[in-house]
Every structure is written in C-alpha cells, then in structure tokens.
C-alpha cells in the first residue's frame, strides 16, 4: 500500500508543469509605449498597392530604436518605417538590447464610392501585443482605407430641368 501511495504521487509531480525559474533575462521584456500612426502614402493609394509590411526593431535599454523592413512592397516600406522609428518602446530590466517586430497590413476596403477613394480617411487598427514564432513580441498594425478608381465626371447622371415654355424643342428655337 505504502508503495502505491509513493507512485502515484511520482507521477503526479511528473506531471505537473515545472514553473521557469525567473532570472534577469526572463524578466527582461519590451513593450510597445506609444505607436506613430502610420500614413498610406498617396502614390501607393493610387496604384492600389496593398500588402504586409514586417519591421524589425532592436530596442535599447535606454528606449532609443534602430528599424529595419525585413519585407514589403517598395511603394508601402517608407511608412512603415516611418511609423516603427517615431513609435515609443520601453524597455524593461534589460540589460541588453531586444528585438521587437511590427507588422503593418496595408489594405483596400469597398465600403463606399470608390470615385471618393482620395477622400476618404484612412483607419488603423492596432491588435494586442502577441508572441511570433521565435518567442519575440510583436504587434499588428492593419491600415485599410478606400479604393480608388478613374471615373468620368461627365458620366455622372445630372437632371436637366427645362423650363414650360421650352418643353417642345421647336419653342426654344434661338431669334437671330
């Protein structure tokens, strides 16, 4: 009896999942303080580019950054970088320098009159601090607005109003 109590407890704490052990560096952490709110530069919104912006930032212990794009189109890569270098980090128990990821998503929406495209404002949405797949924290930024089209002015319908007199064409007849 006495040694079925003894094993029965080994695998329960076999079981049981061993807690880390809390040293500097699992303490150690970056946060992102404040973001820059990105810009969907105008170029980019006229040719319809859309597409995922990855920016690598190296976040020092005194909170000063350095980006850099791992991947992107060309015409979206400056505002991202923009955004990631004007953001504000914090950087906390560190005793070196940390990697923190942002991930812009640059996208079109149909919600209304694509001939109002360039007017129309521009949203961004930022989702909760998340892990990637190498454990490193990072953020997704989505920054959608409206697509934009060519459209015709002289296609738009207007409603031409005669008056009475000139209802029948051979009325409204010019005197010379």
Not at 2 to 22: F, G, K, N, Y
Not at 138 to 162: A, G, H, N, W, Y
């Amino acid at each position: 009896m006495l040694i079925a109590v003894a094993v029965l407890e080994a695998r329960s704490l076999s079981q049981q999942t061993p807690h880390p052990v809390q040293t500097d560096a699992t303490k150690a952490e970056v946060v992102l303080a404040s973001l820059s709110k990105p810009t969907f530069s105008p170029l980019a919104r006229q040719a319809n580019v859309e597409g995922e912006v990855v920016v690598d930032v190296t976040v020092r212990q005194d909170g000063s950054t350095e980006a850099t794009v791992v991947k992107g189109h060309p015409l979206l890569k400056q505002a991202a970088l923009d955004s990631a270098m004007q953001s504000r980090f914090e950087c906390r128990a560190c005793s070196a320098p940390l990697s923190y990821t942002l991930v812009y998503t640059f996208a079109r929406t149909c919600e209304g009159s694509c001939c109002d495209g360039m007017g129309a404002p521009v949203k961004v949405e930022q989702e909760p601090q998340s892990y990637d797949e190498q454990g490193r924290p990072q953020t997704r930024v989505t920054i959608s607005t409206e697509k934009i089209c060519l459209c015709d002015p002289s296609f738009t319908v207007t409603k031409k109003v005669r008056s009475m007199k000139c209802l029948y064409l051979w009325k409204c007849s010019t005197r010379g």
